[in-house]
């Protein structure tokens, strides 16, 4: 079996059987910004899609655009079919599925044989709790209905002979039942891909002095990395890849990459080397298009690190001039963006008696209009409604958080996903949070998600 590097998450695997070639290209994102036009590629890279003219199967981990990118699945060949776990909410299917490709739904924990010797089994990592990924608005309270979260997927790829575990997103102390159980199944792994940052918007998008946006974005990539060494104990694997966390934040954004606290490729790959036995488990690292063997435990070429100042030639060049997908339309006034909230409301409020959630925190969001008229909207999370308020009303509540954005994202948000959902506003960095008392609450950004329009 063999594994070459493409960009973040997006990898291909192969395995040769006497001549018999298996292709599943994992987690596309080869082309484009994705997150409303907020993350985007670096190193830059070369998408060409008759090169993925024969892959055999396309697997996609989760929901989230790095991913499963429309604009990379949008020139693929749509005869390709795509393997995702079965979900309890059908938002990846229908994401597929609406750009022409047929979804393949795999059941947990079901190792099945795709082609020739090559099987796969995808396995949810369950029970999220964004108190330990730190995605505030990256998962659904699906559990509520459902008793599970399933918001990403561990997948297992096996040739009869060798095994490689894709952990794609999975923060470790979400997914290590999950691993154990792979580990038992199995015994032997041959390759893990681990992932080596912890994207969210904490802490670069909270109103908080630089020097504790630093000491936070430090114990964010310390932890992180911490569960890197979690995973190789627990896994024992031969070999081990860092994968999944190339990405750069572009246009008004880039003045926020130093304080995301994610490393370097190879800053991580650094760290791993210094901290775990290189003897027990043999650290990997790849440049993009770069692959690796399984069977003779060698890479095609040395890796080349990223040139730091070249990087940043780069972004002060080309990505700080890239614009969001919502800047490309002219601003709304206050009013038209504020009729939109009643229906938003409603439904807000459907979620949030559904859960049983109460709160005195009030959601406050703050933007500007066309004319430069400040708006700003007090949401209640205790049945109350929803009400303009200035910043004297402000001055006097105890318990609050205030989410300023681009008007223009704003409307989009309001009118529903098929415009652009809060999930990926946040993860997109593109939400700027200020947070007065307890306010840190799981319901809150579920009822959030539902802050819409559509049904």
Known sequence: MKVTQLNSASILIEDDNEGSKVKILCDPWLEGEEYIGSWAIYPPYDFKPENFSDVDFIYVSHIHSDHVSTKT????????????????????????????FKTIELEHGIRIKLKENMY????????????????????????????????DTIAVFDNQNQVIVNTNDC??????????????????????????VAASSWPHCYNLP???????????QQKKLETIKKYLELLEPKYYIHFAGRYTLCGKNTSLNEYRGEPELEDAFEWTCKNISQEKYKGIILNNDSWFNIDTGTSNK?????????????????????????????????????DLMGKAYENFEKIRQKINWIS??????????????????GISCNGKGINKINENTLRKLEQYMVISLDIRLLKWLLIGPQKANWSNADLGSHLKYNRVGSVYKRGLFYCLNHFFNAR
């Open 73 to 100: 699945l949008s020139k693929l060949n749509k005869n390709i079919p795509i393997l995702i776990h079965n979900f309890p909410e059908k938002f990846l299917k229908n994401k597929i599925e609406r750009l022409g």
């Open 120 to 151: 796969l089994n995808i396995l949810a990592a369950d029970n999220c709790d964004p108190n330990i990924c730190g995605n505030i608005m990256g998962c659904g309270l699906s559990e509520f209905k459902y008793q599970t979260t399933q918001i």
């Open 171 to 196: 923060p470790y102390d979400i997914a290590k039942i999950t691993a154990s159980s792979i580990k038992s199944m199995y015994g032997n792994i041959d390759l893990l891909l681990v992932g080596y």
């Open 210 to 220: 630089k020097e504790e946006k630093k000491s936070a974005a430090i114990l964010k």
């Open 302 to 338: 040395e890796y080349s690190p990223v040139d730091k100042k070249d990087k940043k030639k780069y972004i002060e060049s080309v990505l700080s001039y890239k614009k969001f997908n919502y800047e490309f339309e002219s601003k709304p006034k206050a009013s038209e963006v504020y």
């Open 360 to 377: 005195n925190t009030i959601i406050i969001l703050k933007t500007n209009d066309i004319n430069n008229e400040e708006l700003m909207v």
